[in-house]
């Protein structure tokens, strides 16, 4: 099994094959190293950790992380554009809470590796 694109030669055609079928679409791996970037930010995960516990509006989640609104705005912009979080608009407050299971378990499973 050879590939123009490297200057290796397979040791192993058969485990190349059987790994190449179950391999996600490049793209796809592409979108999953791109969301793994957004979730490296550790002032990101310090607003995806608050809203683990709950919605929370910009204001509170400013006092709460001792930083400036604005910027903490410009986090949850990302993190909204990036399918994280979602809004719901109150009054004249925005409050906002993960936008599915799915965060909150990747969050919990990155912490428990981290403690092993």
């Keep these: 099994m050879n590939n123009k694109k490297t ?13 190449k079928k179950k391999m ?15 979730m490296g930010d550790g002032t ?3 607003l995806l950790w608050a809203l683990e516990e709950g919605e929370m509006c910009v204001g509170d989640l400013a006092v709460l992380l001792e930083m400036t609104k604005s910027a903490i705005s ?11 979080v979602k809004t719901k608009k109150i009054g004249k407050n925005v409050y906002y809470s993960l936008d599915d ?15 092993e």
Excluded: M, N, T
């Excluded at 799915?102 to 912490?111: A, D, Q, R, S």
């Design 24 to 38: 996600p679409e490049v793209e796809k791996l592409y979108e999953l190293s791109d969301f793994f970037k957004v």
């Design 101 to 115: 299971e799915h965060v909150k378990l990747i969050l919990e499973k990155g912490l428990e590796h981290i403690r």
């Design 7 to 19: 200057d290796c030669e397979a040791i192993d055609a058969e485990a190349i094959k059987k790994v």
């Design 74 to 84: 410009h986090q949850l912009k990302v993190l909204r554009l990036s399918k994280l």
């Design 44 to 46: 990101r995960i310090q």
